[in-house]
């Protein structure tokens, strides 16, 4: 029967050799992991700004009135909110609108262009609500392959403007050119001559 005396036990030196390789090899495994970790979150990343590159180059690609172009020189009116868009000439200027209306834009140069959006409903028999005495109810007219509904002066001693009704998306979008007035009740001539040139670049998007 072999002595108990004779097995050796492994000494200090040994364990601490094997407990250090041990350690090497833990400590390569975490550092393999994290710069899989870190390539993972990198390409990640990457493809998060790509996307949002995208993203921002396809909004500014939507925008149409970016190539429906006007003549030269007239600046983009864009409303993102709403999604349509339209050109005008520079020499109007964007105002603050106090009125009751609450316009989308207003613009001021001899006379006002107002642009707001009626909540009602957009229904053509309605439109008939906005006709002015003596007037028939506002008739569709097609300016660069959009319909609009026109509505002219009526009658009496005050000012009409030019009004047109747009239906956006099931809700009245008005466009007025108000003046300016010259010996009439109706904007004068260089404003009627405006009219189809910025309707004819209105877009939706």
Not at 125 to 147: C, Q
Request: contains cysteine; neutral net charge; proline residues 8%.
């Amino acid at each position: 029967m072999a002595s108990s005396q004779n097995v050796k036990s492994p000494d200090r030196h040994s364990c601490e050799i094997r407990g250090m390789r041990l350690f090497l090899v833990i400590d390569f495994q975490i550092m393999k992991a994290r710069e899989a970790l870190i390539l993972r979150s990198s390409t990640y990343l990457t493809l998060l700004l790509s996307m949002f590159y995208f993203a921002q180059t396809s909004v500014a690609a939507d925008v149409p009135c970016s190539a429906k172009s006007g003549p030269a020189g007239w600046r983009t009116f864009v409303d993102r909110t709403h999604r349509f868009c339209f050109q005008y000439p520079p020499t109007y200027k964007t105002i603050p609108d106090t009125s009751e209306r609450r316009s989308i834009v207003a613009l001021d140069a001899e006379g006002e262009i107002y642009v707001w959006l009626d909540k009602r409903p957009f229904k053509v028999e309605e439109l008939e609500a906005f006709s002015r005495s003596g007037n028939p109810p506002p008739e569709p007219t097609k300016i660069g392959g959009v319909t609009f509904y026109y509505v002219g002066p009526g009658g009496g001693g005050v000012f009409y403007p030019d009004d047109y009704f747009f239906n956006l998306r099931g809700k009245i979008l008005h466009i007025e050119f108000d003046g300016p007035y010259f010996h009439d009740n109706h904007p004068f001539e260089e404003t009627k001559k405006l009219e189809p040139k910025l309707l004819a670049t209105f877009q939706t998007f």
